[in-house]
Nanobody
């Protein structure tokens, strides 16, 4: 069974950091682009960052550029999202997702086939 498990969320103060992980089981991520998305209460799900299968291409939403870093370790079948300088407006449920692509990484929600269950990130003092 193909499954993504995202983890690493929690409660953090403004200015703090968290690292989210997205681990795959039942398939290898080597041939998949991976995206991180988030959904805040009352808002639509939005793209945060995406990475190509090789890790050579990445995209970031303007709101997180310079603060978040996406990376992947294909030997561990895991993708990470390092989040620094967190702000209250980063509060949301974060989801990782995957679709097969060995060339690019589109941050377009309908493109993605497989989704994690989500991990809550709360930024509050």
């Amino acid at each position: 069974q193909l499954q993504l498990v995202d983890s690493g969320g929690g409660l953090v103060q403004p200015g703090g950091s968290l690292r989210l992980s997205c681990a795959a089981s039942g398939f290898t991520l080597d041939y998949y682009a991976i995206g991180w998305f988030r959904q805040a209460p009352g808002k639509e799900r939005e793209g945060v960052s995406c990475i190509s299968s090789s890790g050579g291409s990445t995209n970031y939403a303007d709101s997180v550029k310079g603060r978040f870093t996406i990376s992947r370790d294909n030997s561990k079948n895991t993708v990470y999202l390092q989040m620094n300088s967190l702000k209250p407006e980063d509060t949301a449920i974060y989801y990782c997702a995957a679709y097969p692509d060995t060339v690019q990484a589109l941050c377009f929600i309908p493109t993605y086939d497989y989704w994690g269950q989500g991990t809550q990130v709360t930024v509050s003092s």
